[in-house]
């Protein structure tokens, strides 16, 4: 069977013969969340008593074996949910002997695999390309039953969710709006989730309005700064300084100044490692291992590799060190920093490409 989405799988699986391998993953936390209680509610009539479930982390093989090979007595299925299966901690001898297990279960043995805490796959050029040990885990399962991945929406799509979820909850909230509540969460639907949560509660089945998201919503910097570095690394000096004022709207403290700087300054360096691993033919996966990012930055490293193929090394070369030289300044003058910052970004906006700051 084919790679299916959401929707089309929780068809398949609510058949009056379901297939008896289901494999669910992908960037949308909550779209997984949803289609793994939805198959469930169908499997199990919503009984939580009525499936065996198993941590991939720390599978227990031999109980797994076990609970796979019996057909249930008073349940219609007999469901294995297996969550965060981790081919990673599998020696190749367990992951081998599962495949071999599923191969033939018996009748009305249904296994569901849900990935949600573990990446296991990056996007190349819009299309999810499984891990090396996954991709055998996920190639089994769209062969021998489902393969289902909720792919990461873009803030147009999540857009258009935000605003029918405010409607369904009795709000109101602008197409502009919604799109921006999905930009300052970096389209993370989880993240969105939670904050519209706040939102909502906070409008009272009134209209959501922008000063609410402002002043409620968690920032999150790193978008923009990706933005800011972009703007400043192809001379435009317009989007750069509109971003710097979006990113010091509520404080120009030197906190904030210096927090911002330390933000540019990771960004820059991601921008500089992705563009040698690029240089060297290195995929993403194998930047984060080189450079020990933690699963949580992995976004860091593929909005890196998108972002910086216009530009050249000397270039991020001499924008990390104006950056450096900068946070220095900044802590040891009685310059204002915001002033500072400023200066740092028209030095960056004359770098050429060949990292010699043009004066004239």
Not at 55 to 75: H, V
Not at 288 to 314: H, Q, S, W
């Amino acid at each position: 069977m084919p790679k299916l989405a959401a929707a089309d799988t929780v068809r398949e699986m609510s058949q009056e013969t379901p297939p008896q391998l289901c494999y669910l993953c992908g960037e949308d936390g909550v779209a997984v969340a949803q289609t793994e209680q939805r198959i469930l509610k169908k499997l199990t009539d919503g009984d939580a008593m009525a499936y065996t479930a198993f941590d991939g982390q720390e599978l227990d093989l031999e109980r797994l074996t076990e609970a796979c090979g019996f057909c249930s007595m008073f349940q219609p299925y007999n469901v294995i949910l297996i969550r965060d299966l981790d081919a990673d901690t599998l020696a190749p001898s367990a992951a081998d002997a599962l495949l071999k297990l599923w191969e033939d279960l018996p009748p009305r043995v249904i296994v569901l695999v849900v990935i949600r805490g573990i990446a296991v796959y990056e996007v190349k050029r819009n299309v999810p390309v499984f891990t090396p040990k996954q991709k055998k885990f996920a190639g089994f399962f769209e062969k021998n039953g489902i393969l289902c991945v909720c792919e990461k929406k873009n803030a147009i799509q999540l857009g258009k969710q935000i605003q029918e979820r405010a409607k369904r909850h009795g709000c109101d909230i602008s197409r502009e709006d919604a799109e921006l509540l999905a930009n300052r969460c970096l389209c993370d639907s989880t993240l969105i989730h939670t904050e519209l949560d706040k939102l909502m509660a906070c409008a009272d089945g009134e209209t959501i309005t922008f000063r609410m998201i402002d002043a409620l919503t968690v920032q999150q910097p790193d978008a923009d700064a990706f933005r800011l570095a972009r703007a400043v690394t192809g001379n435009d000096g317009k989007t750069a300084f509109r971003l710097l004022e979006a990113l010091t709207a509520k404080s120009e403290d030197s906190k904030t100044i210096l927090g911002l700087l330390s933000i540019l300054s990771s960004t820059f360096t991601d921008l500089y490692r992705a563009k040698l691993g690029a240089a060297a033919a290195k995929q993403s996966e194998d930047i984060t291992a080189d450079f020990g990012y933690p699963k949580n930055r992995e976004f860091a490293v593929r909005n890196a590799i998108r972002d910086c193929k216009n530009m050249t090394l000397p270039q991020l070369r001499t924008c990390i060190r104006v950056l450096r030289e900068t946070d220095r300044a900044c802590k040891s003058s009685r310059t204002a920093p915001r002033l500072l910052l400023e200066q740092a970004i028209v030095r960056m906006l004359r770098v050429d490409r060949e990292g010699r700051e043009d004066f004239r």
